[in-house]
């Protein structure tokens, strides 16, 4: 991983003016994602302004005939058929619909003119950024300064959205780590940034995250080391959960997780598991109910924004919350859009998994990767295709496969 100077990074002499402006505004956009809700979407909303009046887009447009854009045409299209035969009562299908324009930032990345601008740039700003707010969560914990949650996040989104990011950014250093040589600043620099990615990671509070997170560490182990891969990756299996329990706020996550799971053990079979509503781990029963809607409506689901309504009408007790969302990819898609969204959804997942695995090799490649895997595993808990924040990063490193095109179009 290089580390290069800010006049390195834009001093691209057979550049255009308008391509550097795009380039930086993405770039800005990588850098913003940790920090917050409003700094990416302002820089998000830049470079679509470059991207549509420079005349980016319409100079680019071979561009969106690759094939790979084939599946995600039918995501970002899904939510719109979805309206026309929704089941929503509480005005849902209108924001989830709204939210098909997260897709267009993928376009705006694919419009950049990688051949000139390397790629390689808007990956260290995303990590950048992702450093920069530890450091700010880091302050807090200082001078005890705490969200209404009582979270340290820095100036980081939602908890579970900047878990799942500290993750990539571990993955991706340590695919660095594997490519550096030995006892050099850039090294230490990286191994510096390794801890405090972990480090914020351990005082968030997202249990899901670190599911997914040890569920990763083989897959991490496997990409660092270079020589007796299996015994040295069950090592750290062994090691990096033990060293994740010297947190205290671990150590109180998984204590709660424990005592939810007891209660499902030991309480009446028509009560646990989901079967009825319950504080004690309330996924269950949005699993539970999105399974059940699915049964009933298994071909095209209830359409888009409709589980919320029909999870009500089948539990009406006023007593229970209502819920506007599965907290799981998959079953969000299937309440939504039945089998015909699952295959699309499934099919979109495989298209860009393939691409950037036979491009693994590059920081690009690793990075898609990386996002969309990490997307997968913590959208088991969360419906991250629906959040503002996950759902910028999967269309932006959607957008980021046409650095590796064989055939990119200038």
């Known amino acids: 991983m290089m580390i290069a100077s800010p006049k390195e990074w834009f001093s691209v002499s057979d550049a255009t003016f308008n391509e550097k402006a795009l380039y930086v505004a993405v770039l800005l956009t990588f850098f913003c994602l940790p920090l917050g809700t409003a700094p990416p979407t302002i820089a998000g909303a830049l470079s679509v302004a470059i991207w549509l009046f420079s005349g980016i887009a319409i100079a680019k447009r071979r561009v969106y005939r690759s094939t790979y854009w084939m599946p995600v045409y039918a995501m970002a299209i899904l939510p719109l058929i979805g309206m026309i035969y929704t089941h929503d009562k509480y005005g849902m299908s209108a924001d989830y619909g709204g939210k098909a324009y997260y897709w267009l930032f993928g376009l705006v990345v694919a419009a950049i003119s990688f051949r000139r601008l390397p790629a390689l740039r808007l990956v260290q700003a995303f990590m950048l950024g992702l450093a920069i707010n530890v450091f700010a969560a880091m302050a807090q914990i200082i001078f005890n300064l ?161 589980y919320k309504t029909a999870l009500k009408e089948k539990d009406p007790d006023p007593n229970i919350p209502p819920q506007s969302h599965p907290h799981n990819n998959f079953l969000h898609i299937g309440v939504s859009y039945g089998l015909f969204g699952l295959v699309i959804f499934c099919w979109f997942i495989f298209s860009v998994i393939s691409k950037s695995w036979r491009n693994r090799t590059a920081p690009e490649g690793y990075f898609v990767f990386s996002v969309i895997l990490v997307m997968l595993m913590t959208g088991l808990f969360n419906t991250q295709i629906i959040d503002l924040g996950t759902a910028l990063l999967i269309s932006l490193a959607v957008g980021l496969q046409q650095a590796f095109e064989d055939s990119a179009y200038d």
């Open 146 to 306: 705490q969200d209404r949650y009582g979270q340290h996040r820095g100036l980081g989104p939602d908890y579970s959205t900047l878990s799942a990011y500290l993750i990539v950014g571990i993955m991706m250093t340590v695919f660095f780590l594997n490519r550096s040589q030995q006892r050099t600043p850039t090294t230490v620099a990286l191994w510096g940034l390794l801890g405090l990615y972990f480090f914020h990671l351990l005082i968030l509070r997202s249990r899901a995250s670190y599911v997914a997170f040890v569920l990763l560490i083989p897959f991490i182990g496997m990409t660092y080391f270079k020589t007796r891969k299996l015994l040295k990756t069950a090592t750290i299996c062994l090691l990096v959960p033990a060293l994740m329990m010297l947190s205290p706020v671990v150590r109180e996550r998984i204590k709660k997780t424990i005592h939810e799971l007891t209660y499902h053990v030991e309480a009446d079979a028509g009560a646990a598991w989901g079967n009825q509503y319950t504080k004690k781990q309330d996924r269950f029963y949005m699993w539970n109910g999105a399974l059940r809607i699915i049964r009933d409506h298994p071909l095209i689901g209830v359409g888009t924004g409709g």
